[in-house]
């Protein structure tokens, strides 16, 4: 049965998709079978994943209004090695048609549950606000992996956060956790990213993944190309940094069961 997560932060530019997808394309690497989500309307992490968002026939918007099952939208992205159900520009029309829904906040969580079983992780890439789009990715979940950069307005972004899962757990998902906290664009010659570091480990303690994502030219162009760094030049930095990353995950999730 997989583990859900979701790739969450309040904060834009953080890294969320890039993080979705090299995540996606290491565990995937590591022989997990992989199912991407992509719960935002910009459809990047669909894009990033090597599917054109512009030709699919079923999104995930079809999924959340229930005319169609996450069988039946996810498309193969075959150079990455896993599924994803994409979304492109219809997704934002959802906002206002879920709102007069019954379930409006749990329909991707019953979609999921069918899914579940043929997958061991599935990545949910949210949009950076707290839209009905979110709250569906959040409700569905069992925890939320939070990129953050090492600098000031990040903390301020990550405080919103850590107060939002705690309303969701108490109110609506009593499952959802923190998994952890994954720096990225890290550069530790950079004094103010150390000193923001050693803050985030001294909070939120074993929270923190040992893993950390530098800044790397070649993970930064992988989007363009259509593919995650881990494909696209997996010798380079950022997308040795990802595998890692995911066999820290499997590992973490491993000792938690």
């Given at each position: 049965?997989?583990?859900i997560f979701c790739i969450a932060n309040q904060k834009g530019g953080v890294g969320k998709t890039t993080t979705t997808v090299n995540l996606a394309a290491g565990l995937a690497k590591v022989g997990q079978r992989v199912l991407v989500v992509d719960l935002d309307p910009q459809g990047n992490a669909t894009m990033g994943s090597g599917v054109d968002k512009r030709k699919l026939e079923l999104t995930v918007y079809d999924v959340l209004l229930e005319s169609a099952s996450i069988a039946e939208a996810k498309t193969r992205a075959?150079?990455?090695?896993?599924?994803?159900l994409g979304?492109?520009?219809?997704?934002?029309?959802?906002?206002v048609e879920l709102v007069e829904l019954e379930r409006r906040e749990a329909r991707l969580k019953s979609a999921l549950a069918e899914a579940a079983p043929d997958y061991d992780f599935i990545l949910i890439d949210c949009p950076p606000s707290l839209s009905m789009l979110t709250l569906n990715g959040l409700c569905s979940a069992h925890g939320v992996i939070v990129p953050m950069q090492c600098e000031y307005f990040a903390l301020e972004g990550l405080t919103d956060l850590v107060n939002t899962i705690k309303q969701i757990h108490a109110n609506l998902?009593?499952?959802l956790?923190?998994?952890?906290?994954?720096?990225v664009m890290f550069d530790p010659r950079i004094t103010l990213q150390q000193q923001v570091s050693d803050?985030?480990?001294a909070?939120?303690?074993n929270k923190v993944f040992d893993t950390v994502i530098p800044r790397n030219v070649r993970l930064a162009e992988a989007p363009s190309y259509g593919l995650p760094g881990v494909v696209f030049d997996p010798s380079s930095k950022g997308a040795v940094a990802f595998v890692e990353f995911?066999?820290?995950m499997v590992a973490r999730i491993g000792s938690m069961k």
């Open positions: 049965m997989a583990k075959d150079k990455a090695g896993y599924d994803i979304a492109n520009r219809e997704l934002a029309g959802a906002e998902n009593p499952d956790q923190i998994i952890g906290l994954l720096r803050q985030l480990k909070h939120f303690g995911a066999k820290e």
